[in-house]
């Protein structure tokens, strides 16, 4: 039985052995460029690699010390911080966005580009002028408060402040995304449902609650991985804009990472930290995935 | 329950006029049909009584009150879509539930609610599934339920059927008569297919180029059709029309007619103003036309069968007399054979008579 | 050809990708480790303010010796060429010749990496400043080779010195002094809002770390102990001159906290005339003066009189396994020459680590250069030349910060970071 099963198996492997011939080219390139780092980096987290002095095996060591390591913790902190604040109202930000510009009036194609501007200027370009933007003395967003009445902040001096201001930042730069991602979500929705739901007596926000969320919801739900993925790995802003300062609270577990490899050379501890950056990753997909699934079922 | 008065509705969208002057009164009850060709502002008409999209001129009163101004879900209406419109991301139950729920009725009376509407509509098993596991039937049954819960005094109804196979569609035909038979309520229903209309319908509603052409019975617009579009709608295969030229007037409301490639025809008409000399049309429906010669009361021509369409209960012969299409339907199996010339007779009766603005001329036939 | 060899498991085919992946891998490695001849690879940080005076010194070079067949490649921050240096290494790749901000070159050195060059070079090393030469020395050998320095000293607005009523000729000669032109240059609005600060302490951590250490040195400590194997800066000095800055900060109010933090550049609280007094180093000068700021120089005081500085090099350095290492030395000991450096020195406006050339005329000409070679001299000979001391950086700045944002007191700041530090040492 065993033998004949795994001879149909052969058999329509061969059958596509020309298909899998035209995909060797590409696993190739995946394999030197992304499963090959991979499987290095997990290896160089169980060593206490410097590419300086040689190299010996440490097992789990790196992880245990990961443990105890504070400043790896307030990393992981920030990085959640950030992560929540960055992802959830970007995501808000983006669907009520979305569903204000899906509806005819003048001027929405410019408000739409107004709005997804952000997403293609450069990072680092945006940055430095948002370090302007957050000039306690002379800087916009001071002069904006001050104007309302309400006193100026320290935003990146102020170690309560600077991560908040870190993720208003994101906001703006990612709600864009989420807009045109949303956007293109809403288009799927038949007008009839809208209409039905109308005629059914229910309000705009109903509609928006009933109706627009829950049939968006693998839109939302690819946005929300994306979104953490990507504020989890969040690099470029912190290291223009404050350097992982004031008192480490924008440290993020990024930037620990780089500091740790490029800065004191302990490219196994940085690995490890890497390695755990990405099980944390990997099981806000699947969690993710999951929650997906049954809402589907 | 409720009766629809529509009084002098129009609607533009931009320079497009959708609607023209639209004066209609539905009765309680009353099961009426819009149908028209695509295009025609029946469906629009239907929006507008939902109150999806506003009138750009005129009112819509609803059992007596005006609703011209109120919102969608606040007339005492309910839609069936054409494409069901279900919400997919919820299950049966709440398909069904949702309206109740705006209504923010209690959990336990819309329990109640649902679970009545769904034993009407067959789907008592299937009230977790979601829409997306159904076949098109049940989902229909569902749109269906949904506005039954609402217990609207009129049930709008946008082409429900026109998505199903023609079985399905014939059984769902008459379970919407029933239907409206049981609960009693005023329905409004929109179609393009004729037979849907002549056979649910109280009463049916003409409509072309955002116009009515017709309002009344089933077999009023069947047998009186008031002009050339009615006439060439209802009825399947539609009427045969022969360009004409009026003659004199012969006796008591007769009319002679001159028509290429059928002589002289004597037809009764409504002896209203018909001048010597205008353009006329005659309307031959295919059933009047039966095999013989010509009698006192009738006329006779012949046509050379082209194609010979067999169905056992009639037998459908597609001819062409003077450059133009001519179709006769005849009971039964007659022995015809394409391209063998045949003799025909109409009974002067059944002969209808427009005028050159295409308005039915010929004498009411009492329905 | 039969059905049987065509035959291949989806198992096989994957393994053979792989195994071709690394094939190639190996290969480009190797590959890279042929195909130069005897040329003299150097990667330059000679980037920003001193990027002609790196330029001209290889022109120079060039022109000496066009045999030595010169090739280089320029690196805009230390980071960037620290990122190219540590994968190169271990690549095999590395350069002949680099030159770096010192601190790099120690982790370097501390793998063994690197070519002694204190036997290699034949120069005279007593002709070389030593407290700049002191930030190469590591093991008991000298690994790496000052091309030239900055210097600390105050930075301060000579206009803001005499709209306060102070004579800029005469600046502080103790803590006390310092204090009260600190306060007497402090401009604030009546609500409170800080207009100017009388002196800015720090702009971020290397700043943080270094107006520390000028402080500690000013009360008579050091960071490290004698044979860098334990911290000293938690003691009595280090506590004494952290409350210093404390008081600053939170009595004498001389600045807001977090004041300034930021990126720096034209945009700095000194540079936008936001600031009367600032730790300036020779970088400080050519923004300073870009922004208009009439720019001038103290020595920092001690707290009881004297002075005390840092210097801050940048170093030559020699891979082990260099291809050229000839070649390499003989461009260190050009660049060491008296007319390079000075030439360096002028360009750049930096402090030249040959000591004659420190006194040149053409160096004393400028006013500035002038200074912060006086500044120099009141560097501590000794330096906390260790592998970890980014590290040591990031401790300390963090302690000191805590401290002023009154997350802690200032002796648990100091002693919970000579804790951490101990711990790094120990590690090695």
Known sequence: MASRSSATATGAFNQNLGAYLFLAPALLILFLSLLLPAVATIGMSLTDVSFLRPTTFVGLDNYLRLLSDGRFQQAVGNTTYYTLGVTLPTMVLGLLAAVALNRRFPFRIAFRTIFYLPVLTSLIAAAVVWVYLYEPYSGPMNGFLVSLGLPPQPWLQSPDLAMTALIIMAVWRDFGTAMIIYLAGLQDIPEEIYEAARLDGAGRLAILRRITVPMLSSVTFYLMIILIVQSFQVFGAIYVMTGGGPLGSTETIVFQMYQTAFGYTEFGYAAAMSTVLFFVILLFSIVGTKIMRRGEA | ?????????????????????????????????????????????????????????????????????????????????????????????????????????????????????????????????????????????????????????????????????????????????????????????????????????????????????????????????????????????????????????????????????????????????????DK???????????????????????????????????????????????????????????????????????????????????????? | MSDKSLTLSRRELLLGVAASSLALGFAGVSSRAFGQDQQLVFWSQFAGSKRAAGEALETAFKAAHPERNLVSTLYAEPPQLNEKILTSINGNTAPDLFVQHWDYNLTYAAGDRMLDLGEALDVDMAALDPSLLAYGHINGAQYSIPMYGTSRGIGFNRAYVIEAGLDPEAPPTTWAEFRD????????????????????????????????????????????????????????????????????????????????????????????????????????????????????????????????????????????????????????????????????????????????????????????????????????????????????????????????????????????????????????
């Open chain 2, 1 to 277: 329950m409720a009766e629809l008065e529509l009084s002098r509705v129009s609607k533009t969208y931009g320079a497009f006029n959708a609607l023209r002057d639209v004066s209609l009164k539905i009765g309680d009850g009353e099961f009426a049909v819009f149908v028209g060709p695509s295009g025609c502002g029946k469906s629009t008409l239907l929006r507008l009584v939902a109150g999806l999209d506003p009138v750009s001129e005129g009112q819509i009163a609803i059992g007596g009150n005006d609703v011209t101004t109120r919102q969608a879900g606040q007339r005492p209406v309910a839609m069936v879509f054409q494409n069901y419109a279900l919400y997919p991301h919820m299950s049966v139950y709440d398909n069904i539930a949702f309206p109740l729920q705006m209504e923010r009725r209690s959990r336990q009376e819309i329990k109640q609610e649902v679970a009545r509407a769904a034993q009407v509509v067959q789907l008592s098993t299937r009230l977790q599934d979601k829409p997306a596991k159904l076949s098109g039937g049940q989902r229909q049954r569902v749109a269906i339920a949904r506005a039954i819960v609402r217990k609207p005094g009129i049930f709008l109804m946008d082409e429900p059927l026109s998505n199903l196979d023609a079985a399905l569609r014939m059984e769902m035909r008459s379970e919407l008569t029933q239907l409206h038979r049981r609960l009693g309520s005023t329905m409004v229903y929109v179609t393009h297919d004729q037979l849907e209309a002549m056979t649910m319908a109280d009463r049916i509603v003409v409509l072309n180029g955002g116009k009515v052409e017709q309002v009344g019975a089933p077999m009023e617009l069947y047998h009186n059709p008031a002009n050339l579009f009615v006439a060439g709608f209802i009825g399947s295969p539609p009427m045969n029309f022969i360009a004409g030229v009026a003659g004199s007037i012969a006796g008591e409301a007769m009319l002679r007619v001159e028509a290429p490639g059928f002589g002289e025809v004597t037809v009764p008409y409504d002896g209203s103003a018909v001048r010597t000399g």
């Open chain 2, 280 to 367: 006329v049309t005659l309307g031959i429906r295919p059933e009047a036309v039966t095999l013989g010669d010509a009698t006192d009361d009738s006329i006779s021509f012949s046509i050379v069968p082209d194609i010979i369409e067999r169905l056992g209960l009639h037998t459908i012969v597609h001819s062409e007399s003077g450059g133009r299409p001519f179709t006769a339907l005849f009971n039964g199996d007659p022995r015809l054979r394409p391209g063998e010339q045949i003799h025909v007779r109409v009974p002067r009766t059944q002969i209808y008579l427009f005028d050159q603005d295409g308005v039915g001329r010929s004498r009411q036939i009492a329905a």
């Open chain 3, 181 to 428: 032109w600190a306060i007497a240059l402090t401009k604030r609005h009546e609500s409170g809002l800080l207009e100017r600060a009388g002196f800015s302490m720090f702009h971020n951590d290397l700043e943080a770390w270094e107006v520390f250490t000028l402080f500690l040195q000013g009360a008579g400590g050091t960071l490290l102990n004698e044979d860098l194997s334990a911290p000293t800066f938690a003691g009595p000095e280090g506590v004494k001159a952290l409350t210093f800055l404390h008081g600053l900060l939170h009595e004498d109010k001389v600045t807001d906290l977090g004041f300034g933090l930021g990126p720096g550049g034209l945009a700095s609280p000194f540079n936008s005339g936001r600031a009367s007094m600032i730790i300036a180093g020779n970088y400080s000068t050519n923004n300073a003066l870009r922004a208009g700021i009439e720019f001038d120089l103290a020595p920092i005081p001690k707290e009881n009189g004297g002075y005390t500085s840092l210097v801050d090099p940048f170093c030559y350095a020699v891979p082990r396994d260099a291809r050229n290492v000839e070649g390499a030395v003989e461009f260190i000991a050009f660049a060491l020459t008296p007319e390079q450096q000075v030439a360096f020195a002028v360009e750049s406006k930096n402090v030249p680590v040959l000591k004659s050339a420190q006194q040149d005329p053409a160096v004393q000409a400028d006013p500035y250069l002038a200074k912060f070679v006086e500044t120099a001299s009141y560097a501590p000979a000794e330096a906390p030349a260790i592998p970890a001391f980014s590290r040591l950086v990031t401790i300390i700045a963090r302690a000191v910060q805590e401290a002023m944002f009154n997350r802690t007191s200032v002796e648990d700041a100091l002693a919970a970071a000579a804790n951490e530090v101990q711990t790094i040492l120990d590690r090695g």
